[in-house]
DNA sequence: TCACTGCAGTTTGTATACAGTATGCGAAAT
DNA sequence: ATTTCGCATACTGTATACAAACTGCAGTGA
């Protein structure tokens, strides 16, 4: 199913792509025109697209101003971080019980993938989605979507700024060892050590994250 | 802000109500051209309130077909209510330390209102956002706004079954009862205590639902 | 100098018009 | 009798066109 996708959601992804790579800083405005011409499409799809990822918290509307990207403060980004806590030790939790060595062999799939591109190329743009496959992997059995979907939302909002920190910094090589890690947990069923370890895993990406905003803020006050 | 209000965001304000109050049962199709109709605009707005209820959890998009009102399963609905448990002690925890005495009348002023319409009229429509209003007075001291949000998006989804309940039952005295219960527990800046007590008030709003679902899938069985 | 008003230009928000696709029914083939 | 094909119909998804609203600047008045 959805083997159809309208240009609508078309643009809504390629966009999110856009937002998320950090092409537009800061609240900057997208003129629906300019996309349109962008896309080659009219403005009604762009527009479609522009109310997707507002709901998805990527841009805001002003009244006949149109859609800005948004920002996130410090407090914001903790807080995102926090409640990913929150949801994804629940869920990884949950997940422990139905745990069958199938999924344990298709988390290990793509962890194994991704750590050979990481060494013939590594890549970043897409470590994102490796990243998110994997954790999504070990979170399936829990057999919660809407859990899920909220955990997805909270990814996609903070993504960019998870992009951002590992541009900038070794984090990626530490982030495989603590993926390797909480598969060998998983597979000895040791959910305490386990919902653990993720929750250091994210609350020390999110301390990265802040770190390098303040960092940069400083730079920005005297350059 | 949002002084203006553009006609796509009144029909979803409006649809979002008739979806709740039950006007659309079942996955029940929404003709864009009937809405246009319906609120005498054009199917561009219409269509841009399907989409915004698209991400709030209320209809679904299928291609070519237009959107469907969702239909929840019990699995669901059992989902989303421990979700609320997960995340609303949360936040009434976190509300608990900066709770000042403001914040607390403002919660006991909402519930006196409420007290006042329940024994005059007892008008069921406006529950819901009598109940929000209360338990986002009480959240508000934690300052999570996007947990907040999240909350508010579990609340859309889960309302209109809430509403089936409270019409067939005698549930709202009740939960009445116990916000009175929660009030006094957070005066008395009980947290652990409120948070058992939140807990058991959602569980069992819950559980009323998935009971009343019962009953009526066993009626619709064998008339 | 500074605040306020009015106009031009730009951009959004919506109506109308059109093209494309899914569905259902009937006829033909096995 | 059952299945498959084709066509008509209805509805969606998108392009084009237009009206309303916001922004910026020039000019006036204090």
Same mark, same amino acid.
């Given at each position: 199913?959805?083997?159809?996708?309208?240009?609508? !959601? #078309?643009?809504?992804?390629?966009?999110?792509?856009?937002?998320?790579?950090?092409?537009f800083k800061g609240?900057? !405005?997208l003129r629906q025109d300019a996309l349109a011409r962008d896309y080659d499409v009219s403005r009604i799809p762009v527009r479609e697209a522009l109310l997707t990822l507002?709901? $998805?918290?990527?841009?805001? #509307?002003?009244?006949?101003?149109?859609? #800005?990207?948004?920002?996130?403060?410090?407090?914001?980004?903790r807080e995102l971080f926090d409640l990913r806590v929150l949801l994804e030790t629940y869920?990884?939790?949950?997940a422990m019980n139905g745990?069958?060595?199938?999924?344990?062999?298709?988390?290990?799939?793509?962890?194994?993938?991704?750590?050979?591109?990481?060494?013939?190329?590594?890549?970043?743009?897409?470590?994102s989605e490796y990243n998110f496959?994997?954790? !999504?992997?070990?979170?399936?059995?829990?057999?919660l979507p809407e859990t899920l979907s909220l955990i997805s939302q909270l990814n996609t909002k903070s993504d960019r700024y998870i992009r951002m920190q590992l541009v900038y910094t070794q984090?990626?090589?530490?982030?495989?060892? $603590?993926?390797?890690?909480?598969?060998?947990?998983?597979? !000895?069923?040791?959910?305490?050590?386990?919902? $653990?370890l993720l929750k250091t895993h994210i609350q020390?990406?999110?301390?990265?994250?802040?770190?390098?905003l303040d960092e940069r803020a400083k730079q920005a006050e005297a350059p």
């Amino acid at each position: 199913m959805a083997t159809y996708k309208t240009r609508a !959601q #078309f643009v809504a992804d390629d966009l999110r792509g856009r937002i998320l790579g950090g092409e537009f800083k800061g609240g900057t !405005q997208l003129r629906q025109d300019a996309l349109a011409r962008d896309y080659d499409v009219s403005r009604i799809p762009v527009r479609e697209a522009l109310l997707t990822l507002e709901s $998805e918290g990527l841009v805001e #509307f002003h009244a006949h101003r149109g859609a #800005f990207t948004t920002e996130l403060s410090v407090a914001k980004i903790r807080e995102l971080f926090d409640l990913r806590v929150l949801l994804e030790t629940y869920v990884l939790r949950h997940a422990m019980n139905g745990l069958t060595d199938a999924n344990l062999k298709k988390a290990e799939d793509i962890l194994l993938k991704y750590d050979e591109a990481l060494n013939s190329g590594g890549d970043i743009d897409n470590w994102s989605e490796y990243n998110f496959a994997f954790h !999504q992997a070990l979170y399936a059995p829990a057999d919660l979507p809407e859990t899920l979907s909220l955990i997805s939302q909270l990814n996609t909002k903070s993504d960019r700024y998870i992009r951002m920190q590992l541009v900038y910094t070794q984090e990626i090589e530490k982030a495989e060892r $603590e993926h390797h890690g909480l598969l060998e947990l998983a597979r !000895q069923r040791d959910a305490d050590k386990a919902c $653990e370890l993720l929750k250091t895993h994210i609350q020390e990406a999110c301390e990265g994250i802040v770190a390098l905003l303040d960092e940069r803020a400083k730079q920005a006050e005297a350059p």
